[in-house]
């Protein structure tokens, strides 16, 4: 077996249903009475957002990410809008845990990430959202997140890395990762995906620390401020120590 045959084998394994008729969706529908309890009108839409919208999901980590819309007239603050959420999800029985910009929680087998957020106008894509951890607000637009991932044509890549993560245990925002990827590989033509692999984790390990990533949806929105200095530092010393692997199982699993 090719090491690129190894690294497919495992993606196929962790193969999420993102079709329409996917399990995965009826949790918005689960979640919706109290979603209007919590918002009533001022609930534009929920919208699948994040891996499972960008196609870099794995079956072993988050199963689905999902972005709540509220109206721009809303007159709480980022900071209540947040809060309240939380308390809502857990006086309807759910285990909720805060999270930066999302509220984290099982609804039955799945995993969820709710992502409160506010337009900025009616009818506007670009929404106020609060970032739990630096206790402050961000302009972002979900949908040009989505677009960037997949326009970079890197999600099998973005898979693998996050896949690396999750074994590892290490604190690496999701997001934070996908543009870390898209770094990496910008402007590589490697035709081996094991190689393109590896490129990435060089890059991690050379190169992360010092790298500025920034949202494309807000250039004030600095995505690599989201993690401390010792932080970044355990992620480069973890692909330091994952370079020195003699074969692919040891990279991921």
Avoid at 195 to 203: G, H, N, S
Wanted: one cysteine or more.
């Amino acid at each position: 077996m090719t090491a690129d045959q190894y690294l497919y084998g495992i993606l196929a394994r962790e193969t999420v249903d993102a079709s329409a008729s996917s399990p995965l969706r009826q949790v918005a529908v689960t979640l919706m009475p109290r979603l209007r309890v919590w918002a009533g009108d001022l609930l534009v839409g929920v919208h699948p957002s994040g891996s499972f919208a960008k196609g870099t999901a794995n079956a072993s980590g988050t199963d689905i990410d999902l972005f709540l819309s509220l109206r721009s007239d809303t007159t709480a603050t980022l900071k209540d809008i947040y809060d309240t959420l939380f308390n809502q999800l857990q006086q309807s029985g759910y285990a909720p845990r805060k999270q930066n910009v999302s509220i984290g929680l099982k609804v039955g087998s799945f995993k969820v990430d709710l992502v409160p957020g506010k337009q900025q106008q009616a009818n506007s894509n670009d929404h106020s959202l609060w970032r739990n951890r630096a206790q402050t607000w961000t302009k972002t637009n979900i949908g040009t997140h989505i677009a960037a991932v997949q326009r970079s044509g890197r999600q099998n890549e973005i898979r693998v890395i996050k896949l690396w993560r999750n074994q590892r245990g290490l604190d690496f925002p999701s997001f934070y990762l996908e543009l870390s990827v898209i770094a990496a590989l910008s402007g590589n033509t490697q035709p081996g995906f094991s190689d393109r692999v590896w490129t990435a984790l060089t890059y991690l390990s050379n190169c992360f620390e010092n790298a500025r990533a920034v949202d494309p949806a807000n250039t004030n929105n600095i995505i690599s401020d989201d993690l401390s200095e010792s932080g970044k530092t355990a992620i480069a010393r973890a692909a330091s120590e994952t370079l020195k692997a003699k074969t692919w199982g040891e990279v991921v699993k």
